[in-house]
């Protein structure tokens, strides 16, 4: 019995050292080609650099400034994500609860938003975005952000809010509580858990995006990581070794900040779930 | 929970920060109320990120005028170029001075209203640029709306080091040229740093380098325009069958693979002997590999004595937003007729190696590859002769660009055969081209 | 996913508390706002493109249903729209293969309370905090034939014949992409799996093992049929995602998405159309829209057929 379980023990451990390598190898081989010179990298794209070489980290610093991309990043995707979810949770739970005129419509009018990608109207939005003027405003990227992220967060909330149970409401509603109160104390508790894959799910596209920085953001002062890099790389593409540090410097520091605030932010994804 | 207080505390905290520095922020100063002595900045739009540095250089020697006027460098990704120009020129937030491309796609811009016709008066020189260089930026009834720019030529880049230590010559002809690659495979280098995995080097660096050399250049591409000759002809087969052998006989293993920044670092890195190249390559290679020892080998004929055609496209223009305040107009017009001077086309054709000016009267650059390349041009730019995928045969869709981008590297790949190539180009342009008809 | 027991609705039952709008409108308001003037509005507005061609600028003519009839019927148009649809299909076959499903047996693998579990969780997750456009532009230099790490990694451990063009061949190409969208992005379906296997009531598995069950049992007849809301979810957020998916292939094989476009997807085909490709094709904006109300009514069946998918086991369940 002992036997078996270590036995099953080593083929879990293997299994995940295999897929711990499949994450690693990529940056490994990105990193690595970022210390070489470009002849090295075509010949010897495997190794260990034998020694150091930084210029290709001297010449991306130089051209990018990478601080100012990771503060901009930052500081939508939070700002989005934090609007996106107090503001759609509002909603799903009015939608998910009452009965009201109007309310199928509404519904299907959000959804329609999940599937549309919002490039197509990019014109009009646009007319929007100066209209406010909020042209070459990190604004104009939070509303955007927000706008296209309602929908998808009203799909995955709206049903989890129905489906709270009738008989804490109705038991809540004869206590006298108010709408504020349902809310605050029955339904918010529910979606919590759900929440953070609402924040998984907007924080993606949004941290990714290159296209509406690329239209509305005009100074330097004001890039995003993605423009940042698709802005250099189409400098880089002929040199490796700078393209390559490049790419080290816009994504190293983002998976440090990742692995230090882990473990925070995978238990509000499973750890808040348990108690739902 | 009080982690959570805390991070809500932090996010909130953020978000007032960047309130606040949204707020303090001084509205942009008023252009009416700029004293004179203050300067005017505007700003120039291009998709050409590479050369940011370069117009670094360019923009130094304008400063040292002393003219009053500030320029901005705007290159924008070159794949997004036309959708954000767009987008800019229909809400009047684009940039004041604008790189037109040549040919049907700067021409949508202009028939929208966008960009304001040139004149003698706005531009003196005008007129003296050569009718070759006006052409693409000129409607039929003699409108410009772009002083031209740059234009750019293909040919040979060959690696002498790797010529001299085999004690091979260039080739003249296509012949010599597979002699060559035979001699190169044998000797373990690459002859041709090629691949097909971006369709566009196909396009320009393939079928508008070599097709002049079976139609008879500029000739033969007149006669297409005007439907004399078809893609469906034996010359354009045979072109095509031409590439093929490149491919066959000069490419590396894995071709399939190769994007267009492989190729050059291939060639770059010394284990490539040959690259079709354009000429805005040489500066590329240059910065890339200070001790590459580059030649420069017009492109091959057929058989020997046959006019050796030089074929370019122009590039860009220096087009004018039609929509500018007066005061912004005329520091737009200060800055363009700066560039469209001989000194201004002088530094730039020494600054952007390969990119030759379309200036009238401008020496030649400080360069000998980019000198030997412009002299082939023959007097009076006899010799040249424009792409034919960029002229006309592309103002609608399914034009040339798309139809050659797809179907040479079906080609390439092993998924089409020349005939069906042909076919293709034939029917997809047939459809909306009347001379063909 | 939480599993809630209890009083299972469809979203078009009717609710019983009634309010009237303007009471709700505190909740709903910021929402429709925002919702509204930044998306809704300006997509409205855009989808009426779909009846007009336009190359982006000048004059818009009506053309009625010409676009759609293209779409549908007119070469080239319908061949490009047709291989779309095909490579979009595939490519959510191979990522539901080659990210759900290991995502699922990793996430089975880590509920077993192991030592340093939670280590290699977060690092399976480091991926997705890459930016796609990153990780594409990354993968096109790992991938290239000749100096590609991958290749070499290849060689390395003896599989010298998979050595090849994987981003230039039309029979690879896409399934490279399908690759590195799974790489990227496995730590969601897996953190979605792991949360929802932990909140599987410990009685009903205890009760289980104390009978004697294996493990493999307990997931057969306990977990994967418990799970079945949450592999529905993650199957829609996997079909949503591949059928809007742009950046990856941009990234990797430009927007014409190549060799003989083998990687052309709605996304993909959506953007070159409406904005033209490098001054070497004319945008047809009109056509891009027309694209767009297509990929509209494909999504938004799937996610009808989703909800109706998981009112269905929600009700076998409870």
């Known amino acids: 019995m002992a036997a078996k379980r270590t036995a099953n023990r080593f083929i879990i451990y293997s299994i995940f050292l295999i897929q711990a390598f499949v994450v690693f190898f990529p940056i490994y081989s990105m990193v690595t080609s970022s210390l070489k010179r470009n002849i090295d990298i075509f010949q010897k794209p495997m190794t260990f650099p034998h020694e150091l070489f930084l210029g290709g980290y001297e010449k991306a610093l130089i051209r990018g400034d990478f601080g100012i991309f990771f503060t901009n990043s930052l500081l939508v995707t939070l700002i989005t994500v934090t609007s996106v979810i107090v503001i759609s949770s509002l909603a799903a739970f009015a939608l998910g609860i009452y009965e009201f005129r109007f309310r199928k419509q509404l519904y299907f009018f959000f959804l329609a938003g999940v599937v549309i990608p919002i490039r197509l109207g990019v014109l009009n939005l646009f007319e929007t975005i100066r209209f406010f003027g909020l042209i070459d405003n990190l604004f104009a990227l939070i509303f955007i952000y927000s706008a296209m992220s309602i929908p998808m967060a009203m799909f995955i909330l709206t049903p989890l809010v129905k489906r709270v149970p009738q008989d804490l409401i109705d038991a809540a509603r004869i206590d006298g509580s108010s709408s504020r109160a349902i809310y605050r104390h029955i339904v918010f508790p529910i979606i919590r858990p759900s929440l953070a894959t609402v924040a998984i799910l907007t924080f993606l596209p949004v941290w990714n995006d290159f296209f509406f920085p690329l239209i509305f953001i005009r100074s330097k002062e004001k890039m995003t990581i993605p423009l940042g890099v698709a802005t250099l790389f189409g400098q880089f593409s002929q040199d490796l070794n700078t393209a390559f540090a490049m790419l080290s410097i816009a994504s190293i520091p983002a998976i440090l900040f990742y692995l230090l605030a882990a473990r925070h932010f995978i238990r509000g994804v499973t750890a808040g779930a348990i108690k739902g | 929970m009080k982690q959570k207080i805390l991070a809500l505390a932090v996010v909130f905290s953020l978000v007032l920060i960047l309130t606040a520095c949204g707020s303090q922020e001084t509205p942009p100063p008023n252009e009416n109320v700029t004293a004179d002595n203050e300067p005017i900045t505007i700003r120039f739009t291009t998709w050409r990120q590479e050369d940011v540095e370069m117009w670094g250089r360019i923009l130094v020697e304008f400063d040292k005028l002393d003219t009053n006027v500030m320029v901005e460098y705007a290159p924008v990704v070159d794949t997004e170029y036309d959708s954000v120009l767009k987008t800019n020129l229909q809400s009047g937030t684009a940039d004041e001075v604008i790189f037109v491309r040549s040919w049907d796609a700067g021409r949508a811009l202009f028939d929208a209203g966008y960009l304001e016709p040139i004149t003698e008066e706005m531009v003196p020189n005008i007129n003296d640029f050569a009718s070759a260089q006006l052409a693409s930026w000129q409607t039929e009834d003699g409108k410009i709306y772009g002083v031209p720019g740059n234009w750019v030529a293909y040919g040979v880049l060959y690696n002498k080091d790797i010529f001299d230590d085999l004690g091979i010559t260039p080739p003249a002809t296509t012949d010599d040229l597979f002699a060559v690659c035979s001699t190169l495979k044998e000797n373990g280098i690459i002859p041709i740093a090629g691949g097909s995995k971006d369709p566009w080097t196909l396009e320009h660096m393939l079928s508008d380098h070599f097709l002049p050399i079976f139609y008879d250049g500029e000739v033969g591409h007149q006669k297409l325009l005007s439907g004399e000759f078809l893609p469906t002809d034996s010359e354009f087969i045979d072109h095509l069958d031409f590439l093929l052998k490149v491919r066959n006989e000069c490419w590396p293993d894995g071709f399939e693979g190769m994007g267009y920044s492989d190729t050059q670092q291939l060639f770059v890195s010394g284990l490539a002997g040959m690259f079709m190249a354009g000429s805005w390559e040489i500066g590329v290679f240059e910065g890339l590999n200070p001790e590459l020892h580059m030649g420069y080998s017009p492109t091959p004929v057929l058989k020997e004595g046959d006019k050796r055609w030089l074929s370019i496209t122009p590039a860009g223009a220096f087009g004018l937003n039609a929509n500018l305040t007066p005061e912004k107009r005329e520091a737009a017009l200060v800055f363009i007729n700066w560039l469209a001077s001989p000194e201004g086309g002088k530094i730039q054709g020494d600054v952007l190696v390969g990119q030759f000016p379309s200036m009238p009267n401008t020496t030649p650059p400080d360069h000998p590859l980019a000198t030997e390349w412009v002299a082939q041009q023959g007097d009076d730019g006899e010799n040249l002769t424009i792409w034919w995928t960029f002229q006309t045969l592309n103002a609608q869709e399914p034009g040339a660009g798309t139809l050659s981008n797809e179907s040479l590297q079906a080609l390439m790949n092993g998924d089409m055969t020349s005939e069906e190539v042909a076919q293709h180009i034939f029917d997809g342009i047939v459809g909306w081209y009347d001379p063909w008809k | ?318």
């Not at chain 3, 034939?145 to 981003?167: D, T």
């Open chain 3, 1 to 318: 996913m939480p599993l809630i027991k209890g009083h299972v609705y469809n979203i078009s039952d009717g609710l019983c508390m009634k309010k009237s709008f303007r009471s709700l409108l505190p909740y709903i308001l910021p929402a429709l706002l925002i919702y509204t003037v930044f998306m809704a509005a300006p997509l409205f507005l855009s989808m009426q493109l779909s009846f007009y061609e336009w190359n982006g600028i000048g004059p818009k003519n009506f053309v009625g249903m010409e676009n759609f009839r293209k779409l549908f019927s007119i070469e080239p148009w319908n061949i490009r729209f047709l291989n779309a649809t095909k490579n979009n299909i595939l490519l959510f076959l191979m990522v539901m293969f080659f990210q759900n499903i290991p995502a699922f047996l990793l996430a089975w693998l880590l509920h077993f309370k192991l030592k340093g579990r939670n280590i290699f969780r977060n690092i399976f997750f480091i991926p997705v905090t890459m930016s796609v456009i990153m990780v594409g532009y990354v993968a096109q230099l790992m991938f290239n034939p000749l100096w590609g790490s991958f290749n070499k990694l290849m060689e390395v451990v003896g599989l010298n014949f998979l050595s090849r063009p994987w981003l230039g061949q039309s029979e690879t190409a896409l399934f490279i992409v399908a690759l590195v969208t799974a790489w990227q992005y496995i730590g969601i379906p897996l953190i979605l799996f792991l949360s929802g296997l932990e909140n599987i009531p410990k009685e009903l598995t205890e009760a289980a093992r104390i009978d004697g069950a294996s493990e493999l049992k307990i997931l057969r007849y306990i977990y994967i049929p418990l799970l079945a809301p949450v592999f529905g979810i993650i199957s829609i957020l996997t079909f949503v995602g591949d059928f809007t998916a742009f950046e990856i292939i941009f990234a990797m094989e430009g927007s014409i998405a190549g060799p003989n476009y083998a990687t052309d997807v709605f996304g993909t085909l959506f953007y070159r159309t409406s904005f033209g490709f490098m001054g070497s094709s004319q945008a047809q904006m009109g056509l891009g829209a027309a694209i767009a109300v297509c990929m509209f009514v494909i999504i938004g069946g799937a996610v009808l057929f989703w909800q109706w998918y998981d009112n269905l086991i929600l009700k076998n369940l409870a």
